[in-house]
């Protein structure tokens, strides 16, 4: 079992900036890609970005290339996402999610269903 635990979500203006943690318990070591998706209000879930827990390869949505970070700190089981010039499109509950299925240890999937574990998820809500 792994359990994920997201935390940094509030408020802020369009521009500004927060930074996204995943804290990763349990079976962590068993983790290959972790990554990060979002639902907006009336809209379906999407993927933000991931990584490979054992290396720095990352991807990322297309909405998110250029203003959003995803890193990982190992030893701390920590994974974080650093959102930069925010806009109030982004407004959503951020979650965390992980596989622990070894075929996935080279691939960074987009599909929510991919990912066996998930967090409770964080809201993000950006004012214009």
């Known amino acids: 079992q792994v359990q994920l635990v997201e935390s940094g979500g509030g408020l802020v203006q369009a521009g500004g900036s927060l930074r996204l943690s995943c804290a990763a318990s349990g079976r962590s070591f068993s983790i290959y890609p972790i990554a990060w998706f979002r639902r907006a209000p009336g809209k379906e879930r999407e993927f933000v970005a991931a990584i490979n827990w054992n290396s720095d390869i990352t991807g990322y949505a297309d909405s998110a290339k250029g203003r959003f970070t995803i890193s990982r700190n190992n030893p701390k089981n920590t994974v974080f996402l650093q959102m930069s010039n925010l806009k109030p499109e982004d407004t959503a509950v951020y979650y965390c999610?992980?596989?622990?299925?070894?075929?996935?240890?080279?691939?960074?999937?987009?599909?929510?269903?991919?990912?066996?574990?998930w967090g409770q998820g964080t809201q993000v809500t950006v004012s214009s």
């Open positions: 999610a992980a596989s622990t299925e070894p075929q996935l240890s080279a691939r960074l999937p987009r599909n929510h269903f991919e990912y066996n574990y």
